[in-house]
């Protein structure tokens, strides 16, 4: 018995000791980090627990609220699975009023941001139409006089507060509709000239997006310096602009861009599929409250994977839509509205419920690309070690990224870094920790390094 209390009571010295020595470790690369020409006039946050225990490990400004960048998406993730479940799946439902062989096609959906993605065999683009089209050749269907979209209770604003210009008309900045088809973006291919300062010509858009124009107002840059090309789209407009550079003899160098009307496009593209199997269909979307389903018979449902795969895809790409989804969500299955505000309002009040002050959780988005978020290492960290103790935590785990050989979400808008994840040491103890730094100078790369180098005392 004696025995046994010793070696519990040396067993926790040690690791006291240890955890010591970390904190010591960490103080000084923390201060070393913060006293570099980078941080000059910017600012840092760094907060530790033991995963084991809770303890703080180290903390520095952890109160602070810092622009989170894509960090914020753990926050979303976490508050995703407990407000909706891990099984959560969306549902898009497709009703048919009949007379005689002639229809109207009401399509009810229900924010699902996996609708047409090619992340999946079940939500590609082809395996959707033709499970849809077929599905209304059953009917006996020979005309499809209108097809309405019911956008009832879904907030119409698809950009949360604060996304800037240069992101709404790209890829990453596309916003979620109750309708939404191959996660609302297309491919623009650009031909560049031989010299430096050529002017870049588009050469072609996939899928095309009829009613909508494009001119270029590129130049060519030297090799290897990548894409710098961004899709400047007028909200309400039917022509945008791309600006900026892409590499010298680029023949079809891709950039995506965010589709204007998603459910127009949609639209159009069921319409082909369904002329396809000899099916007419007149006249485009019609958008706006519900329509009665009375009058309308359910025919066909295309369901979306579950929560924990959505998960999977939200945090190792970063697809800003998803958590966008994902937030109105939140709000539509508790209040019936689907609105970014409520969705954001659940969640702050939800993490207050477990301890967390919503003063630490300033948040207008899901996905952190709005630089007006401001979140708190320490809320960040507490939420992690909140996700560990749950019976989900296995998807979220494995929905991180490996960066630096450490389990942890990373974070980039302009003028932020952040990293926030998980970490087992050699030593077998194991860390939460959210790390951001704002305002800093330089180049990104730099500062990861550096962010990095405190990191591995964790190691």
């Known amino acids: 018995m004696l025995r046994t209390a010793l070696l519990i009571l040396c067993a926790f010295v040690h690791s006291m000791a240890l955890s010591q020595s970390v904190s010591g470790q960490l103080s000084a690369a923390f201060k070393a980090f913060q006293n570099d020409p980078q941080l000059r006039n910017g600012i840092a946050s760094l907060y530790v627990m033991d995963a084991k225990t809770g303890k703080v490990v180290y903390e520095q400004n952890g109160m602070l609220g810092l622009a989170p960048a894509s960090t914020m998406k753990v926050i979303t993730s976490a508050s995703a699975y407990e407000l909706l479940g891990e099984d959560f799946q969306y549902k898009t439902n497709f009703a048919l009023h009949k007379t005689g062989e002639d229809a109207s096609l009401l399509i009810?959906?229900?924010?699902?941001?996996?609708?047409?993605?090619?992340?999946?065999?079940?939500?590609k683009e082809d395996v959707v139409l033709k499970g849809i089209a077929?599905?209304?050749?059953?009917?006996?269907?020979?005309?499809?006089?209108?097809?309405?979209?019911?956008?009832?209770?879904?907030?119409?604003?698809?950009?949360?507060?604060?996304?800037?210009?240069?992101?709404?008309?790209?890829?990453?900045?596309?916003?979620?509709?109750?309708?939404?088809?191959?996660?609302?973006q297309y491919d623009v291919l650009l031909k560049s000239g031989s010299k430096i300062g050529d002017p870049v010509k588009i050469v072609g858009m996939?899928?095309?997006?009829?009613?909508?124009?494009?001119?270029?107002?590129?130049?060519?840059?030297?090799?290897?310096?990548?894409?710098?090309?961004y899709i400047y789209f007028p909200l309400n407009a039917a022509s945008g602009v791309i600006r900026g550079?892409?590499?010298?003899?680029?023949?079809?160098?891709?950039?995506?861009?965010a589709i204007p009307v998603v459910s127009d496009y949609f639209v159009s593209t069921l319409q082909e599929a369904l002329a396809g199997v000899g099916v007419k269909s007149l006249g485009k979307a019609l958008a706006g409250g519900k329509t009665p389903l009375a009058k309308h018979t359910i025919f066909y449902t295309v369901t979306s994977p579950p929560l924990?795969?959505?998960?999977?895809?939200?945090?190792?790409?970063?697809?800003?839509?998803?958590?966008?989804?994902?937030?109105?969500?939140i709000a539509a299955k508790s209040s019936g509205a689907g609105s970014t505000d409520k969705g954001v309002e659940q969640i702050r009040k939800y993490w207050k419920q477990q301890g967390i002050p919503d003063t630490e959780l300033n948040i207008v988005d899901g996905s952190g690309l709005s630089p007006q978020n401001r979140v708190t290492t320490h809320a960040q960290a507490s939420i992690l070690q909140h996700a560990r103790k749950q019976p989900w935590f296995d998807g979220f785990y494995a929905s991180l990224p490996l960066y630096n050989g450490m389990k942890m979400k990373s974070g980039t808008i302009r003028g932020v870094k952040g990293y926030s994840g998980y970490h087992?040491?050699?030593?077998?103890?194991?860390?939460?920790?959210?790390?951001?730094?704002?305002?800093?100078?330089?180049?990104?790369?730099a500062v990861v390094r550096k962010m990095y180098k405190v990191l591995d005392v964790l190691k």
């Not at 087992?424 to 790369?445: H, P, Q, R, T």
């Open 424 to 445: 087992k040491a050699k030593d077998g103890n194991e860390y939460v920790f959210a790390f951001l730094v704002n305002n800093y100078n330089g180049s990104s790369g």
């Open 108 to 123: 009810v959906p229900a924010g699902d941001p996996t609708f047409g993605s090619w992340r999946w065999r079940t939500t």
């Open 308 to 329: 924990d795969s959505i998960i999977y895809w939200f945090n190792r790409k970063s697809v800003n839509l998803y958590g966008e989804a994902l937030v109105k969500t």
């Open 206 to 229: 996939m899928p095309e997006i009829k009613g909508y124009t494009l001119r270029s107002e590129l130049s060519s840059a030297a090799a290897g310096t990548g894409d710098n090309a």
């Open 245 to 257: 550079t892409i590499p010298v003899n680029e023949s079809r160098f891709k950039i995506s861009g």
């Open 134 to 184: 077929k599905a209304i050749q059953k009917q006996g269907i020979k005309t499809i006089s209108s097809v309405l979209v019911d956008n009832e209770a879904w907030d119409e604003e698809t950009i949360p507060d604060g996304w800037m210009w240069q992101d709404i008309g790209n890829y990453y900045g596309a916003g979620p509709a109750k309708l939404n088809w191959r996660e609302n």
